[in-house]
């Protein structure tokens, strides 16, 4: 079991950095990016696409901390460019993260052994030249309550250091908060205790 998982964390990076990687004429210009979601990755590879319209290929992988995780070769031999740059990711154990690599063909084939340590240098790359954090896995749940509930709820998410998302008050307060991952079944079990609480996982 990795740290981060032990501790419910995860590792990612904040900033976007790119890395310039040349062998035999050839250049593989890496894009490591952080990213919340699926359509966020297509919104980015659709801007690299067009930034780099001459490329000869526009290989890419990500990983989701929802466990999600894709790769694409982009036309080059089948595991020749995704899954190197896919590995890299997996190696430092990196969530919330989209790594483009750019190829400018530079006249010289590299063979697929050549392909494979090109793509995984310039995501290797890339992430080393980045800083990498520890953040927590952070979960999301709704709470409704009475108003007469107000307090002590508030209190009890206050001291498990919870975020609030939203909150509309009917005839009941329904509150969106966000927790910690391993603090979540905790703080629901406390909401529970004496008196009229309802929690739901989202």
């Known amino acids: 079991m990795k740290l ?5 964390t995860y590792f990612t ?7 310039n990687h040349k062998v035999l004429g050839s250049k593989h210009l890496a894009y490591l990016l952080p990213v919340k979601s699926e359509e966020q990755i297509r919104e980015l590879l659709g801007v690299k696409r067009k930034e780099h319209h001459s490329a000869t290929h526009v290989c890419y992988a990500w990983r ?3 466990g999600l995780y894709r790769s694409s070769d982009d036309g080059e031999p089948s595991g020749t460019a995704g899954k190197p740059i896919l590995n890299q990711i997996l190696h430092f ?6 790594i483009v690599v750019v190829r400018y063909f530079g006249g010289t084939k ?4 050549g392909l494979m340590d090109a793509y995984k240098q310039a995501a290797r790359g890339a992430i080393e030249s ?4 520890e953040l927590p896995r952070l979960q999301q749940f709704s709470i409704a309550f ?11 998410v206050k001291q498990y250091e919870g975020i609030k998302i939203s909150m509309d008050q009917n005839e009941k307060v329904h509150l969106i908060i966000e927790v910690k ?13 004496n008196g009229n609480v309802e929690t739901e996982l989202l």
């Open 4 to 8: 981060g998982e032990q501790e419910g």
């Open 110 to 113: 590299l063979g697929t052994g």
């Open 146 to 156: 009475g108003y007469e509930e107000m307090p002590r709820v508030m209190s009890l």
């Open 13 to 19: 990076t904040q900033d976007p950095t790119e890395f």
């Open 181 to 193: 991952t391993n603090l979540a079944s905790i703080l629901m079990e406390e909401l529970a205790k």
């Open 64 to 66: 989701l901390k929802t």
């Open 93 to 98: 154990d990196l969530f919330d993260v989209l």
């Open 130 to 133: 980045v800083n990498i954090v």
